[in-house]
């Protein structure tokens, strides 16, 4: 069983950036792929960023050239570089574990952009 716990999340003004973890209680190697999603109020989640074990990485076309999603399997944590954050950024972001047998989300951290 693995648990992912999110952290970094907080309020920043446009143009800023954070940097997001996920952090695993067990190896993430074993993780084929680990993704970000997001979810704004009254709005279903949606797909943000996702890195495969291979290194492939792929984004939704709003973060673009704005987000970097990377992991460090030594840490068992994956992490998600925002940066000139937009108000429409703003939601909780969750982070996913894919593995052969199933699927890990953590809990979510609030990302606010706001002046």
């Known amino acids: 069983q693995v648990q992912l716990v999110e952290s970094g999340g907080g309020l920043v003004q446009p143009g800023g950036s954070l940097r997001l973890s996920c952090t695993a209680s067990?190896?993430?190697?074993?993780?084929?792929?680990m993704s970000w999603y997001r979810q704004a109020p009254g709005q279903q989640r949606e797909f943000v960023a996702t890195?495969?074990?291979?290194?492939?990485?792929n984004y939704a076309d709003s973060v673009k050239g704005r987000f970097a999603i990377s992991r460090d399997n030594a840490k068992n944590t994956l992490y998600l570089q925002m940066n000139t954050l937009k108000p429409e950024d703003t939601a909780v972001y969750y982070c996913?574990?894919?593995?052969?047998?199933?699927?890990?989300w953590g809990q979510g951290t609030q990302v606010t952009v706001s002046s």
């Open positions: 890195i495969h074990n291979d290194g492939f990485t």
């Open positions: 067990g190896s993430i190697f074993s993780m084929w792929a």
């Open positions: 996913k574990g894919i593995s052969i047998t199933a699927d890990y």
